[in-house]
Structures are given as structure tokens and as C-alpha cells.
């Protein structure tokens, strides 16, 4: 391959439309007199422009890199790639952009809409998705898709005081996103294999790849998001709920760019997964039944723009099948699939020029006559006659007639589907057949909604008294845009091959890269005219006569979409989910959080003692070392029966004051267990603090209600007692078995060693207080002033706090 | 009922200081026998705790014009002061040492820094404690 110097550093043009987005802000807010949109114009024209550049180098087989740095200690880096998919891709954002902005710059209205927002949020969806295919690096290539789900988040959600536009613009969101994370799992699964970010290094190691064991949960997470963010069955639901954006987004975000972000993503990586059988399943099957789906319910749809975006989802799930078959052309050396790739290429500019100019027309309708359902339009071809040639031209192109784009599109689409049927791998001998009648029976489909969405809003009876406004044609300047796309649908119909050459090709090549050598090695040559021996022809002459038929008889078979009922649609699906999800989640949270400290307490001495009782049987580390225990004597075990008499008494007392007393004669009878050990210092303070203690709890008790069971039930006793005993018993057993077996001998000797002649002092305990660890005391006395503090802060603090409450009474 | 508290009063006088002597005792002999700052300190505290259960708050004020919580601060401020102090001979914080001193009454006697520590424990735990029990009482009042 050729590469080219290239003296800018052209990755920093992918940031050029969020640059300016600054300054959209500034032209806004001072300068008052011009539609901002004119200088967002420039942008896209500009890169545009450039990009055009790029054409004769991609066109040999060429490509172009260039990076900019960005976490070099993690391999991250902003990488631009262009070849021939990128640029394709490139042109795509570019030129469309600066139709869209052009339109929209007559569509806006300046006075009304807060355009400056508008503009900021469009340039940066513009950003990120030149990001999205012009990046080499997964990371950044994430990181610029999750920029377009934001960014079309905020596009959706323009008009944020209608309750739809916010519905719409969180379900694109979480739908998306959530593609968009499992992408980014398939990202980091192919940089554990492959130890790179790169998606050409990753390309160059895809045989070593296939054998890897995470390589077929790396397909589907990938899968995952390119289908989320293409709308393909059953992620497609966002699609329709997004056209509560302005029409400008709709026509440029969810028809010729941002739903393409799936399949950019597929068609890339196809050279890694596409040896993989799951993936050709995945992409032709998943891919044929959006093309079913969306094409049948479009023609229930009542709204233009929702029968655009059945349309788009239908035609999208076209492109995604026919690169699951371009991807047996590794398998199979039948030119035909080769030839399957081509036709997706070919159909997905198509399909950007004929949407997009749909979508602006759809817009015009809205502008002009106030509404968009199709039931209360009619007869607007007289008054709107160039939007009725734009919107048949694009309509026609969208079924598949001569002599526009997608007739040619759409014939080699039957063909390749029907080629499917002659591959013998992965048992597409025996379902095969399923492929081209799938292809076929959604075609007559795709064929009606055409003729529905161009019938019925221009021809038939005149109802303009319904209208909320009296209709006309637009300004002249909201047809530019439609018109050029409308003329590029024509022109591609008889120079198909330029087309070829210079664009698809090259974007081929880069699918297929292990296949051709260069793009001119493509053998294909695309021809309106095969002759009557074309299966193609026939299967067109089929869907234009079944299409018209159905067409004719709408009224007869539309009650066939009553059959599904409301409730098990996928929409209903996804609202059960938002909604179930918030409920089951707060029912847990509120079975296990009482916001009783009691229930707490006893999940965590349950899991304290299981845990460590378990940690001991585990690891077999209960041990009773007889030998190691001191004897046994008769001062020690009477203070003993007297302990636990006491602490009896205290869990048994049937009167707080009891207790109290009791606890009084516990800490007693530990004192006096620290004079049988020969503790005295210990006894000492003990005795004090037990005192002190006792009487702060007397002084406490006064004000205390009556011990009252809290709605203890028997049951809730039983498991206190269980809990605890489980407590006891893992205390009792942790400590006879770390008793039992010393691993390190006490460091006491050297305190009994240097307490005289290091410290000067015959008091150990005290000196290891005051001198060894005096640090230890320090802070011990800091947290007895604290504590002090802090009581005192209470009974102070609440009184001050009764004030602004009287205040305000 | 009038009460007469005479001969609580009376024993009071007297006993409390005794406990005031014990006291002192215990946190003078702590290095070298059982004692020290925290018992000493628990001792003084329970002499002041006496008086004001037998006399009430206002009369023990007059008698002892400090304010405990100030006493506390003053405990921390005296253990933390003798850890920076060995800093500044440059030894690490917390560093006691002892002194042999011959003294007019006491003879030759061995004076070091752990008693100031041990005072600074002694008064942080007095005027803990009196102070709770100061607060608690005259919030229940």
C-alpha cells in the first residue's frame, strides 16, 4: 500500500467542528442580524473540501495516518486512518453536514430557537463522528461513540420542554449506551488478545484471533453495540421515538450518519470476526429480519417521520445482511459474495442521499402545513410541486425503480441474497432458501411504504381546510439541500461505475483487505441491464406488481397489525424493563434496608460469625492445645459463676434498673478476674470507670421510657438467639484456637528486660503507657476530650436547635 | 421535708481530701508501682464528683473558680508539648527521659518527662470526666 506525506497533521481536522463550537456561542449572542448557521456552513463545506483530497490516493489503494498523542503510557492515542471505508464515511459526515446545515439555516427559525445551542451540539455529534471512522485506536474510537450517543442525546432531547422529545432522548440514550459499553467489553477482550488498540494491528493478527477463547464473546459483545446504535432488530425501537428531534437532526443523525455508525463498525472489523461463522448468521440473520420488520410496520405508521424511521431501520438491516454475506466471500471464492459487499457500500451512500432528502421533504411538509400525519394530508402536489418531484424521486429510489440509485442497489441485493442459497458452509444449504424470500417478501413491503409515503401525502383529495396552516412551497433556499440530494440520487443511477471507482472500490478493498491487492482488482461492474436472463429483473418486475397490489389494498390487510397487541410490543418491553427494573430494584432495597439498626446488626454478626466459623472449618484451623492452659483455680472459677450469673441477669432482667446493676456487678467481677490475674493497674481503673459508668447510666435511666419488647415477635427472638449463640461460639472457638498455637513468642521480654535500665521506671504497664507507647496514650486521652466535647455539643447544640423552630412558628 | 445533710456535709470535708491525697498518690507513684495518670486522674475526678453530689453546683463553683473543660484542653496541650519538646532537642517525637536530681527535702530523686505526660493524662481525664457528668446533671435539671 502507498502512503502519503501529508504536511497538516489532519487528525486535528477531526476536531475542527467542536473548536468552532466554541465560537457558535459568541456569533450567536453578538451578532444578531445573521443566521448563525451560515458560519457553521463553513465548517463542513471546508472539510468537505479537503477530504476531497483524499480521493485520488484512496483510489490506489492508499491510505493515510496521522497522530496526536494522547495517554502514551497506556498505547492511547487519537490515530486517523483514511482509507477507503473512512473515506467514504468522511465524505458522508462532510457533505450531507453541510446540506443539513444548510437546510437548517432556513428551517430554524432565528428568532424562536435557541440556535447557539443547536450548532454546539451538532458540531460536536460532527467531532465525534469523524472520530468514530477516521479512528485507529479502539479507545478513542469508544471514546468518540459514546461522544455521538451524548451529542445526539442532546440533539433528540432539543425541544426539552416536551415530555416526548425527553422520552425519546433517554431511551436513545440508554439503549445506546448500553451498546455502547458491551462494545467497549469487546474492545478490551481484543486488546487482551491481541495486546493492542490497533484496529489495523488487530486486523493484521486476525488469523492468530480466531483461536483465542474469548474471540466468539468478543463478536457478540461487538455485535452488541454496532446493532444498538443501528437500530437492528430488537434495538430499533429508539428510531422512531428519536424523530422527536428538530427534522435537520433527524434527517442527518437517524438517516445518514449516526445509525451508520453499526455498520461502519461491522464493516471494520469484518476482516477480524468475519471467518467466523456466528458472525454471518449474526449480521445476515439479524440484519434480514430488521429488513422484514421495519419495512412491514412502516406501513402502519400515521406520521411521515415515523415511516422514515421504520424505512431507515428496514434499509439499514439491508445493509447489515448483505455485509454478513459479503463476509462468506473468506470462505467461498464465488465472486458473488465480493459482489454482496459492494452492493452494501453501494446501497449505503443510496441510502444517506435518498433518506436524507426524504427526511428534509418530511420536514418541508411539517414547516408548511403544521402537521405530519398522513391521515390529514393529501393532494399537495399542485401546491408543492418541486417537494412532490423531490419525494418521488427519493421514494422510487428507496423501492428500487429505474432509473434512480436504488433500483441498481436493490437488483444487486436480490442477486447476492439469492447467491446465498448456492453456499455450502454452515448449513446454508438447507435454510438458505429462507434468505431471498425473506429479501424478496420485504422488498414488496419496502416497495408499498414508498408508494404510501409519497401517495398519500401528495396525491388524492385536497383537505387543506383540515391544515393548520394554508399550505405552499417552501423558500427556496429549504430545497436546495433535498434538491441536491435529489439529483445526486439520479446522476448515481447512470454513472454508477465513476461511483465505483472512485468511492466504493477503495471502500471494499478496505473491508476485504486479504482479497484484492488494489482497489481496480475489484471486478465488478454494475449495469442497469443484465438482459431477460437476470434473476434480478424478474424478482423486481415481482415486487413492483405485488408491491402496487398491496399498495391498492392497503384498507384490506390493515387490520393484520391489530393481530399484535399493544401490550407485547417491544416498546411495551422496553417500558416494562425501565419500569420493573426501578420497582424490583427498590423492593429489594426495601426488603433488606428495615432502617432498623437492630436488622442490621444482626446481618452483620450473622455474616461475621458464619464467615470466620466457615474460615476455621476451611482451613482446618480449630486446635485446643491442652498443655498450653494455665490450672484451674477456686478464686478464679467461683468469679466466673459469679460472671456469668451477672451477665444472666442482665440479658434476663425483666426491669431496666436490674440490668443495671447487674452490668454494675459484671464489671465488678471483671475487675476483680484483673486481681486474680495479677492486674493491678488494670483492676484499678476498671474499678473506677465501672463506677462512673454505673452512675452515668442511673443518671441516664430517669429519663428512659419502660423496657417495652420493640414488636419483638417469638420469631425474631429465636433468630436473635441463634445469631448470637453462632457469635459466642465463633468468638469462644477463634480464641482457643489462636490461644492453642503461637506462631511468634511475645516481644514482653524485652519490656521486662530494659524497663528499669531503658526507662527508668518499675511500673511496666505504666511505662509501656507513657514511654514505649506513648503515642497510643496520646490519642487516647484526645479521643476522651473529643468524647467529652461531643456530649457536651449535644445537650448544648440541641437546645439551640428548638430556635429557628419557634422562629418559625 | 427539710433536708439535713450535715453529716454528709461534714465527712465530705474531710474525706475528700483524703481521696484528693490518693489520688495524687496513685499519679505520682505510677512509674514505679500500680498508678499513674489515668487512675490518678479517675481518683481526682470521683473527689470533685463527691462534692458535687453533697453540695450543689453553684457553692462548688464558688469553691473551685476553673472551668474543667478548660482543664481537659490544657491535659492535651501538656502531652502533646512534651512529644514537641523532644522534637526540638531532635529526638523523635515522644522521646521521655529521666534526670537524678538532688533535692532539698526529698533527697536524691529522679525527675523525668513522663511525669509531665503523665500529668497531662491525669488532667485530660478529670476534666473529661467532670465534665460530662456537669453536663449530663444540668441538662437534666
Redesign the interface.
Same mark, same amino acid.
Given at each position: 500500500m502507498v502512503g502519503r506525506r501529508i504536511l497538516l497533521e489532519f487528525v486535528l481536522l477531526i476536531f475542527l467542528p467542536v473548536i468552532f463550537a466554541i465560537l457558535v456561542p459568541f456569533a450567536y449572542k453578538k451578532i444578531k442580524g445573521i443566521h448563525t448557521g451560515w458560519f457553521v456552513f463553513l465548517v463542513p463545506l471546508v472539510l468537505f473540501g479537503y477530504y476531497l483530497s483524499f480521493l485520488p490516493l484512496v483510489m490506489d489503494g492508499g491510505h493515510a495516518s496521522s497522530e496526536l498523542n494522547w495517554i502514551p503510557s497506556l498505547g492511547i492515542a487519537f490515530t486517523s486512518y483514511i482509507d477507503g471505508l473512512s473515506l467514504l464515511f468522511t465524505l458522508l459526515i462532510t457533505g450531507i453536514g453541510s446540506l443539513v446545515v444548510l437546510y437548517s439555516v432556513f428551517y430554524m427559525d432565528r428568532e424562536k430557537e435557541d440556535l447557539g445551542s443547536f450548532y454546539v451540539y451538532l458540531l460536536i455529534f460532527m467531532t465525534a463522528m469523524l472520530g468514530v471512522v477516521q479512528s485507529d485506536n479502539t479507545m478513542t474510537l469508544y471514546l468518540f461513540w459514546e461522544l455521538t450517543s451524548i451529542s445526539s442525546f442532546l440533539l433528540i432531547g432539543f425541544w426539552y420542554t416536551k415530555d416526548k422529545s425527553r422520552f425519546g432522548a433517554l431511551k436513545s440514550m440508554m439503549i445506546t449506551v448500553f451498546g455502547g459499553l458491551m462494545m467497549l467489553g469487546a474492545f478490551i477482550l481484543l486488546s487482551i488478545m491481541g495486546e493492542t488498540f490497533s484496529v489495523r494491528e488487530l486486523i493484521a493478527q486476525a488469523p492468530e484471533l480466531v483461536s483465542q477463547p474469548y474471540f466468539t464473546l468478543a463478536l457478540i459483545l461487538l455485535l452488541l453495540g454496532a446493532f444498538t446504535k443501528s437500530a437492528q432488530f430488537p434495538f430499533y425501537i429508539w428510531l422512531p421515538d428519536a424523530m422527536e428531534a428538530p427534522t435537520p437532526v433527524s434527517a442527518y443523525l437517524h438517516s445518514a450518519t449516526m445509525v451508520k455508525a453499526g455498520i461502519y463498525l461491522v464493516a471494520r472489523f469484518t476482516p477480524i470476526f468475519g471467518t467466523s461463522s456466528t458472525w454471518i448468521w449474526l449480521v445476515t440473520g439479524i440484519g434480514l429480519l430488521t429488513l422484514f420488520w421495519g419495512s412491514f410496520f412502516a406501513v402502519k405508521q400515521t406520521d411521515l417521520k415515523a415511516i422514515l424511521a421504520f424505512s431507515t431501520v428496514s434499509q439499514l438491516g439491508l445493509i447489515m445482511s448483505l455485509l454478513g454475506a459479503g463476509a462468506i466471500s473468506y470462505h467461498a471464492t464465488a465472486a458473488m459474495f465480493g459482489f454482496a459487499t459492494y452492493a452494501a457500500i453501494f446501497h449505503l451512500i443510496n441510502h444517506a442521499a435518498f433518506k436524507g432528502g426524504l427526511f428534509m421533504i418530511a420536514g418541508i411538509i411539517d414547516h408548511e402545513t403544521g402537521t405530519r400525519d398522513i391521515r390529514k394530508l393529501g393532494g399537495l402536489m399542485s401546491v408543492m410541486p418541486i417537494s412532490f418531484t423531490v419525494a418521488a424521486i427519493g421514494s422510487l429510489s428507496m423501492a428500487g425503480l429505474p432509473p434512480f440509485s436504488g433500483f441498481l442497489s436493490k437488483e444487486m441485493f436480490l442477486e447476492s441474497m439469492v447467491a446465498l442459497r448456492h453456499f455450502e458452509l454452515f448449513n446454508f444449504d438447507t435454510w438458505g432458501i429462507m434468505f431471498p424470500i425473506v429479501a424478496w417478501i420485504a422488498s414488496v413491503f419496502t416497495f408499498t411504504y414508498s408508494l404510501y409515503f409519497v401517495l398519500k401525502t401528495f396525491m388524492g383529495q385536497k383537505k387543506f381546510d383540515k391544515l393548520p396552516k394554508q399550505p405552499h412551497e417552501a423558500p427556496i433556499g429549504m430545497l436546495i439541500s433535498p434538491m441536491i440530494l435529489a439529483t445526486i440520487v439520479i446522476l448515481v443511477f447512470f454513472i454508477p461505475n465513476v461511483v465505483g471507482k472512485w468511492i466504493i472500490k477503495p471502500a471494499v478493498m478496505a473491508i476485504q483487505p486479504t482479497l484484492y491487492a488494489n482497489p481496480s482488482a475489484i471486478d465488478i461492474h454494475v449495469k442497469a441491464w443484465h438482459g431477460f436472463g437476470a434473476v434480478g429483473l424478474w424478482l423486481t418486475i415481482g415486487v413492483i406488481a405485488f408491491g402496487t397490489l398491496l399498495y391498492l389494498t392497503i384498507p384490506k390487510w390493515q387490520p393484520l397489525y391489530r393481530i399484535q397487541p399493544d401490550k407485547l410490543s417491544l416498546n411495551e418491553g422496553y417500558d416494562a424493563l425501565m419500569r420493573g427494573s426501578e420497582k424490583g430494584l427498590n423492593r429489594v432495597s426495601r426488603l433488606y434496608m428495615t432502617g432498623k439498626i437492630r436488622t442490621y446488626l444482626l446481618y452483620m454478626f450473622a455474616f461475621m460469625s458464619v464467615s470466620i466459623i466457615a474460615l476455621l472449618f476451611i482451613k482446618d484451623a480449630f486446635v485446643v492445645d491442652m498443655n498450653s492452659f494455665s490450672a484451674i483455680t477456686l478464686y478464679g472459677s467461683l468469679n466466673a459463676i459469679v460472671l456469668i450469673l451477672s451477665v444472666g441477669f442482665v440479658v434476663f432482667a425483666k426491669s431496666r434498673l436490674a440490668a443495671i446493676i447487674a452490668l454494675g456487678g459484671v464489671g465488678y467481677s471483671v475487675a476483680l478476674f484483673f486481681v486474680i490475674f495479677k492486674a493491678?493497674?488494670l483492676a %484499678? /481503673?476498671q474499678l473506677? +470507670?465501672e /463506677? @462512673?459508668s454505673v452512675? %452515668?447510666f442511673l =443518671? !441516664?435511666f430517669?429519663?428512659l421510657p419502660a423496657l417495652s419488647s420493640h414488636g419483638e415477635t417469638k420469631r425474631i427472638k429465636v433468630v436473635n438467639l441463634i445469631v448470637s449463640l453462632s457469635v459466642g461460639v465463633m468468638v469462644t472457638l477463634v480464641a482457643l484456637s489462636s490461644h492453642s498455637q503461637k506462631m511468634i513468642p511475645s516481644i514482653s521480654k524485652y519490656y521486662k528486660d530494659t524497663v528499669e535500665s531503658e526507662? !527508668?521506671?518499675? #511500673?511496666i @504497664? #505504666?511505662?509501656i =503507657? @507513657?514511654?514505649y507507647r506513648?503515642?497510643d /496514650?496520646?490519642f487516647e +486521652?484526645?479521643v476522651?476530650?473529643i468524647?467529652? +466535647?461531643a @456530649? %457536651?455539643g449535644m +445537650?448544648r447544640l440541641r437546645v439551640s436547635r428548638k430556635e429557628p423552630n419557634d422562629e418559625n412558628k | 421535708m427539710k433536708k439535713n445533710d450535715v453529716i454528709l456535709q461534714t465527712v465530705t470535708k474531710i474525706v475528700f481530701f483524703i481521696i484528693l491525697t490518693f489520688g495524687v498518690e496513685l499519679f505520682l507513684a505510677g512509674h514505679n508501682s500500680p498508678g499513674g495518670g489515668f487512675i490518678g486522674g479517675l481518683v481526682l475526678s470521683s473527689a470533685f464528683v463527691l462534692l458535687y453530689l453533697v453540695y450543689d453546683i453553684e457553692t462548688v463553683h464558688r469553691g473551685t473558680p476553673f472551668d474543667f473543660k478548660r482543664v481537659a484542653a490544657l491535659g492535651v496541650l501538656l502531652a502533646v508539648g512534651t512529644g514537641m519538646l523532644s522534637i526540638v532537642f531532635g529526638e523523635p517525637f515522644l522521646t521521655q527521659t529521666t534526670w537524678l536530681v538532688d533535692l532539698p527535702v526529698f533527697g536524691e530523686t529522679e525527675l523525668g518527662t513522663m511525669t509531665i505526660f503523665e500529668a497531662g493524662v491525669a488532667l485530660t481525664v478529670l476534666g473529661v470526666v467532670v465534665t460530662i457528668i456537669l453536663g449530663i446533671s444540668e441538662d437534666v435539671e
Open positions: 493491678p493497674d %484499678l /481503673t473506677v +470507670i /463506677t @462512673v452512675a %452515668l =443518671l !441516664a430517669k429519663h526507662a !527508668a521506671g518499675g #511500673n @504497664v #505504666n511505662v =503507657l @507513657v514511654d506513648g503515642f /496514650t496520646l +486521652i484526645a476522651l476530650a468524647a467529652g +466535647i @456530649v %457536651l +445537650i | -
